[in-house]
Each structure stands twice: as C-alpha cells, then as structure tokens.
C-alpha cells in the first residue's frame, strides 16, 4: 500500500464528511428558525432521553422508565406528525455521505475489529493499480449500452451463429445483469469474454465493474501483461515491486483481466496466471469473481495456453462470444 495515497485519500475524506456534517447541520438550522415547534420537541425529546440514562445509572424503578419512555415516544409521534405533514422525513436532516457504511471515515468495525472499508480499499486500487484503465465509469454503465450499435442481420457464414450480434449482445448483457444480480452465490460462475475488438468486451466489463462498486464490493482491473509482469517482479524481489498487488489480486471482490492472449508466456507465467485462476476460484473466507477478456477464441485459448488453466475456464466461467462489426465506428457516426 502507498502510504502517500492513503494519506491524501484520508484528507480528502476528512474535508467532505465535515462539509457533509456542516451542511447538515445549516439545514436543521434553517428548518428550526422556519419550524421553532419542532426545535423544541427536538430539546424536550433529548432532554427526556438524558433523563432516561441517568435512570438506568441510578437504577430507578419500572414505572419510572416506562413513563419517561411513554413520553419520549408521545413526543416523537407528534414531531413525525408534524414532519409528514410536511412531506419531509427524518433522513432530511442526515449528512448525505457519499458511502453510507462508513459515513465517509474510511473504515468500518467488525466483530470489535476495526477494518478498511470497501470504498477506501476500492479508491486506492484505483489510484495505485487502475488508474486510467477502468476508464470512465460515470459513462460506461448499463444506460449507455446501446443495443442498435449492433446488426440486427443474422448472417450464419459471417457470424458462425443463427442470431444476429445484437440478439447475442443482448443475451450476454442478460448474463452480466444475472452475474451482478447473484454475485454473491457460490454458484454463479465467472465470465470470460472472447471475441475481436470493438465489439464491446470492455465496456461491459467497466458496466459490471461500475454496478458493483455500488453494491460495496472491490474491483481490481489488470491487463494480463501487466499483472504478469507485476507478479514476476514481486517474485523476484525487484526493486519498486509491491508484496500487495500479490495479495489484492487474490482477495479483490472482482477481478478484472483484460487482453488475456497479448502477454509473452513462459512457464513461470503460466503458474503465475494458473495460480490466480484457481485460489480465486477456491477462496474459503470470501466470494471473489474473475472477469477475463481476451480477442483469443476457445480454440486459440487451449492452443495457447496449459490445459490446466483453460480446463478451469471451460468448467468454471460462462463463455460469451461477442462478434459483429466494430462498434466504435458506429459510435462516431452517431
């Protein structure tokens, strides 16, 4: 991890929770000098609830509590009445933190143990691992997938298919909705993603990617060079080489390797990438799913690669053919 980034990161959560809290607070200021009723049931309701813990210290009787709480609860009865008539419920006055689990700290407590969140694990993988790669995941999301950018001709010699691309885009955009739907089952199996470029293998992986982060889970991209590559130098101890990028490629929620097919293999690379492929597919302590997106037909894949690597592929992955004609040039038209 860089300490630098995780620094700074740190900082930039600092400032926006104390806007968030501080905008909250201007706007329960506002509503109070506009609704001085509701000001002081909110006084009368803390005061009571002081009251109600010194009771509990001081151990005084049933019939006590139960007063106090009947009158706390009466209390709040007449604040939501007024509040719904109003239209306005109590999440008005809450900071609108961008991550709700953390309310923007950073890091959340399980089980007593205080652990990194998954929005400041995912921001650093993106600054120390992503970066550009994931591309712009504001644009590249399931409302941007145009379905017209592709033939609706079916073409049997050309395509080696009896549906045109688009029915088969849509088929494989159903299978990605299920695959973020149920990404927590054991069951669903990973997603490889075969066929020539521009037909839009990495923009659905960047959708997918983009829908999970919002569910929480952590997303790691890596071409398959640059994560071989990666691997070789952390092995080998070189110098810059990160003993975390071993352990996140592993653990990460999702795993995205793009270009599998364009790295120079040797044997040691092959272990490397058979290594990845199966601990993520036999993690005991959590759910880890592995996208991988390559230009390689199954064919080319069992040609290039160790029988062990694409046995695991074949039995573990749903295997999308994309094909068509490049979409890019369709976009440009547009």
Do not use: W
Not at 64 to 88: T, V, W
Request: hydrophobic fraction near 30%.
């Amino acid at each position: 991890m860089n300490n630098s980034y995780l620094k700074d990161i740190l900082i930039e959560y600092d400032k926006k929770r104390m806007l968030e809290e501080q905008e909250a607070d201007n706007k329960k200021a506002k509503f109070y000098n506009e609704h001085p009723e509701l000001q002081k049931l909110d006084e009368k309701i803390t005061s009571l609830a002081i009251s109600t813990s010194l009771s509990l210290i001081n151990k005084n009787s049933k019939e006590k509590l139960d007063e106090l709480n009947r009158n706390i609860k009466n209390l709040k009865d007449e604040k939501n009445k007024i509040l719904n008539s109003l239209n306005i419920s109590e999440d008005y006055f809450l900071p609108k933190y961008e991550c709700p689990i953390c309310k923007d700290t950073g890091y959340i407590t399980k089980n007593n143990q205080t652990e990194m969140c998954s929005c400041l694990k995912q921001k650093l993988f993106d600054l120390e691992y992503n970066k550009s790669n994931i591309y712009n995941l504001k644009n590249q999301n399931f409302e941007n997938f145009n379905l017209n950018l592709y033939s609706n001709d079916t073409n049997p010699e050309k395509y080696k298919s009896k549906v045109s691309p688009r029915e088969n885009i849509s088929l494989i955009r159903d299978i990605c909705l299920k695959f973020i739907e149920n990404f927590d089952n054991p069951t669903e199996k990973n997603l490889l993603f075969t066929g020539n470029t521009g037909l839009g293998k990495t923009f659905l992986s960047s959708c997918i990617a983009n829908e999970l982060i919002k569910k929480g889970k952590t997303v790691l991209y890596q071409t398959a060079p640059v994560m071989l590559d990666t691997i070789i130098d952390y092995r080998f101890n070189k110098q810059n080489s990160s003993p975390d990028i071993y352990h996140n490629i592993l653990s990460a929620d999702l795993l995205i390797i793009d270009d599998l097919g364009t790295e120079a293999m040797n044997n040691i690379k092959f272990t490397e990438l058979f290594n990845i492929i199966n601990t993520r597919l036999l993690n005991q302590n959590k759910i880890t799913k592995t996208i991988i997106s390559t230009n390689l037909s199954l064919q080319n894949l069992f040609n290039n690669y160790d029988e062990r690597i694409v046995s695991r592929i074949v039995g573990n992955y749903n295997i999308c053919y994309f094909f068509g004609d490049d979409i890019r040039f369709k976009k440009k038209k547009i």
